[in-house]
């Protein structure tokens, strides 16, 4: 691909003066454009880009530096050179400071030397400016991307440092339960073999879905989203009916949502080869008219045994701790009368809606 020559207009009135520098520039590296007067090169800048202006002063019109003063306003790239007969120091003065002239060329000029030589000078001079401009630029945006990655970075830090903590909270909880449970003494436990063994089975399944989560992250989706998740995790045992307002998007830790709704299907569908039914809600949080929920609630099944209920309390009470940290709650209701149930109520991180 042909490398994009830089622009030079030449402005002057008399058509002999224009012929002359046609053809001193004909061997030049730069495209030479020409314009009898200065409303026609004002015509030409706006249909391209020019590096470098040489213009006459002294046109019928408009002049030179009415021209110049304009094209500054503009066009404020192009370098500007001014050939003149003024020979007044104060004229001279008056338009380099009025138009910000880069070389200013009395009449009569050599030009070789002075014309051409001070067109290639603007033309490195442009070059240069917008180099620099596109360095700088590109400086910006590398700045802008940068930024953005620390911004990521911490935001992980953040996310991970929690995660770290919630983990520790989770160890002092498992402690804490089997400590509780060897202080009634070997005797029980050796009559128990089978509830203490379906007590650990509990407490290890849901570590392991909880690692699997691991670390844990923000994520912008729509409820249908979540909801679907919730479904794909449970590999066939849940089915939820979608909701009316599915298409909203809400931020927050979705992925232990998934991994909670996982865990207490594994727990309830245990031996079971139905499907268990989620009822799942959207809606404002209690006293939050602008804090959105996603609200699960699991039916418990029929006539659960003691066993059974003790390993929903201390799996619902491990998933309770792992939640607070993810602004969300597990409320397990064990009742003999109809319609009691294990809810999820999972509030979003940012507490507002998505955009």
Not at 140 to 163: G, H
Not at 300 to 329: F, H, T, V, W
Request: charged letters at 25%; a neutral charge; proline letters at 4%.
């Amino acid at each position: 691909m042909a490398e994009k020559k830089n622009a030079v207009l030449f402005v002057d009135d008399e058509p002999h003066i224009l012929s002359s520098i046609r053809r001193a520039a004909m061997d030049e590296s730069f495209e030479a454009v020409f314009a009898g007067s200065g409303q026609e090169a004002l015509g030409i800048f706006e249909k391209r880009e020019i590096s470098v202006i040489v213009t006459d002063m002294r046109m019928p019109g408009m002049d030179g530096l009415t021209l110049l003063k304009i094209i500054k306003e503009k066009y404020p790239q192009t370098v500007r050179i001014v050939l003149s007969g003024y020979t007044q120091l104060s004229q001279v003065l008056a338009t380099v400071n009025q138009a910000d002239i880069f070389q200013f060329i009395p009449k009569p000029w050599s030009m070789e030397e002075e014309l051409l030589a001070g067109v290639r000078r603007g033309i490195k001079q442009f070059n240069l400016a917008a180099e620099r401009d596109s360095l700088r630029d590109r400086l910006v945006q590398k700045n802008q991307a940068y930024r953005n990655i620390f911004r990521e970075l911490e935001q992980r830090f953040v996310e991970e440092k929690q995660d770290l903590a919630n983990l520790k909270k989770i160890h002092h909880w498992i402690f804490a339960f089997w400590k509780k449970n060897l202080e009634l003494g070997s005797k029980y436990l050796e009559e128990n073999k089978t509830a203490v063994s379906g007590y650990t089975d509990v407490i290890e399944a849901i570590m392991d879905n909880y690692l699997e989560v691991l670390p844990t992250a923000v994520e912008a989706k729509t409820v249908a989203k979540v909801i679907e998740e919730i479904v794909t995790a449970s590999a066939g045992q849940i089915s939820v009916q979608p909701v009316s307002n599915g298409d909203e998007k809400i931020s927050g830790y979705s992925s232990v949502l998934v991994m909670v709704c996982k865990s207490i299907v594994t727990l309830l569908a245990s031996g079971q080869e139905e499907k268990v039914v989620c009822d799942v809600k959207y809606a404002a949080a209690p006293g939050e008219p602008g804090s959105p929920v996603i609200i699960v609630r699991t039916p418990l099944p029929p006539d659960l045994s003691p066993l059974q209920q003790n390993r929903l309390k201390i799996g619902c009470s491990l998933l309770n701790e792992m939640g607070k940290a993810y602004r969300m709650g597990v409320k397990l209701e064990i009742a003999k009368e109809e319609g009691k149930s294990i809810q999820i109520i999972w509030q979003t991180e940012t507490c507002r809606r998505e955009a």
